[in-house]
């Protein structure tokens, strides 16, 4: 396994070297400026919980032909004990060599499907997600600049398909469902997100989802079309949903 200090140099020059178009460089600009001030947004530091209690996920965007991020998901294969099946971000718990959260999510996702750390230039860390397994789960904000270089290669113990998802359709209302659950006496919305991917349907839900809407509404810089009435382990009522209330109610 590469050093920490080998792996941080690594990614410190990658994103210093994110090419492609002026839609990616600005997104890398806009966070390097919040990475340098607050160095919490790209923490590198030893974890303080069990390893058994922590993990990550990689939110990998690319660009699409027709210019608009896309983000890389994976199908859980049948076989798992857990969440077989299900659609997710590459990502798993942290392990005793795993430095921080950016080498989890990296290092899953080499495992998982064959991507290489070295082409993934992180961004930006967003806010924990809390499990009601006692897990908190770090969304990992990467740029896959050179698409072409991807080869994926899948772990068929764990992946039984990889595809990829336009970032922007978790803030529509389009091919979205939602179902009202609620766990210790709070009500809350479960999304549902269907998507067809080369002749597959595919369905992103619960906790995938919940992160791909954060994802997009601060990397795209804009709230969801619809209420989101998030948990409050996830955060609770937004702004954003408060304001959709209100004007419900006049």
Not at 122 to 138: A, R, S
Not at 231 to 243: A, L, R, V, Y
């Amino acid at each position: 396994m590469e050093s920490r200090k080998h792996r941080k140099g690594k990614m410190e020059s990658n994103s210093a070297e994110v090419r492609g178009s002026q839609r990616l460089q600005a997104l890398l600009h806009h966070f390097q400026p919040s990475i340098t001030n607050n160095p919490h947004n790209l923490k590198r530091s030893h974890f303080t919980s069990k390893p058994t209690k922590r993990a990550a996920v990689l939110i990998c965007l690319f660009e699409g032909s027709d210019g608009n991020l896309r983000v890389i998901l994976t199908l859980r294969a049948s076989s798992l004990s857990r969440h077989s099946g299900e659609v997710a971000l590459p990502g798993g718990k942290r392990e005793e060599g795993d430095a921080d959260d950016v080498e989890t999510a990296l290092r899953e996702a080499k495992e998982e499907i064959g991507l290489d750390p070295s082409l993934v230039s992180v961004i930006t860390l967003l806010e924990p997600f809390h499990t009601k397994y006692g897990i908190t789960v770090i969304p990992v904000v990467g740029i896959l600049s050179n698409k072409d270089a991807f080869s994926p290669v899948l772990d068929s113990a764990e992946v039984e398909a990889i595809f990829d998802v336009p970032l922007e359709m978790f803030l529509k209302n389009e091919n979205r469902r939602a179902e009202e659950r609620e766990w210790m006496g709070e009500k809350h919305l479960v999304h549902y997100f269907d998507y067809e991917f080369e002749n597959t349907q595919y369905v992103i839900w619960a906790i995938t989802a919940a992160i791909l809407i954060r994802a997009a509404t601060v990397l795209l810089q804009r709230p969801p079309e619809f209420l989101e009435q998030r948990p409050k382990i996830w955060g609770g009522i937004t702004e954003n949903d408060m304001i959709m209330l209100q004007n419900s109610s006049k």
